[in-house]
T-cell receptor, first 113, second 113 residues
């Protein structure tokens, strides 16, 4: 079974802090994703990576950056956290094949105060 | 751009009743179609996906979905709801040739005893 592990379930940070959210997958998947989930808005894509060091902006990349130095690890970075970035963050991975489903981690609930 | 509409942010049924969760997409070319389920405090997991082999797709936990090209729909059904089906359900659509799905806003299924 594919396992996608997000390093923290809950995180509380202060406004202006630099925040790192880490995600690791164990199935050698090429594709990795960071989504943000807010009530009533569903999942919105922040960034997508299709290979090591390769990335594409999603629908809401402002205020975020990503890093993928190794195939199994995909990090989301909030350069200067703001209260409107309080949310649930979901990492996912998928294999080759356009109809490959996404495998999700359990999410990180980030609160910025 | 691809869009996905899930009618009804909340659907309430009695235990044993039929479950129907609606999903419509906007695309002139049949996309890749998925349903995911999210239980409280967890990430999303795949319920089923449309592979073009058959218009009626069977998934886990007794759920199935029917692809109707003429209606651009992929509605999710289950003949008899169980209390354990209470969760958030997401429809997702990927355009042909894309790894990136667009998610609907989700439907919360409430099951009454």
């Amino acid at each position: 079974d594919v396992k996608v592990t997000q390093s923290s379930r809950y995180l509380v940070k202060r406004t202006g802090e630099k925040v790192f959210l880490e995600c690791v997958q164990d199935m050698d998947h090429e594709n990795m994703f960071w989504y943000r989930q807010d009530p009533g808005l569903g999942l919105r894509l922040i960034y997508f990576s299709y290979d090591v060091k390769m990335k594409e902006k999603g629908d809401i990349p402002e205020g975020y950056s990503v890093s993928r130095e190794k195939k199994e690890r995909f990090s989301l970075i909030l350069e200067s956290a703001s209260t409107n970035q309080t949310s649930m963050y979901l990492c996912a991975s998928s294999g080759t094949g356009y109809n490959s489903p996404l495998h999700f981690g359990n999410g990180t609930r980030l609160t910025v105060t | 751009a691809q869009s996905v509409t899930q009618l009804g942010s909340h659907v309430s049924v009695s235990e044993g009743a039929l479950v129907l969760l609606r999903c419509n997409y906007s695309s002139s070319v049949p996309p890749y179609l998925f349903w995911y389920v999210q239980y409280p405090n967890q990430g999303l997991q795949l319920l089923l996906k449309y592979t073009s082999a058959a218009t009626l797709v069977k998934g886990i936990n007794g759920f199935e979905a029917e692809f109707k090209k003429s209606e651009t729909s992929f509605h999710l059904t289950k003949p008899s709801a169980h209390m354990s089906d209470a969760a958030e359900y997401f429809c997702a659509v990927s355009p042909p040739g894309s790894y990136i799905p667009t998610f609907g806003r989700g439907t919360s299924l409430i099951v009454h005893p």
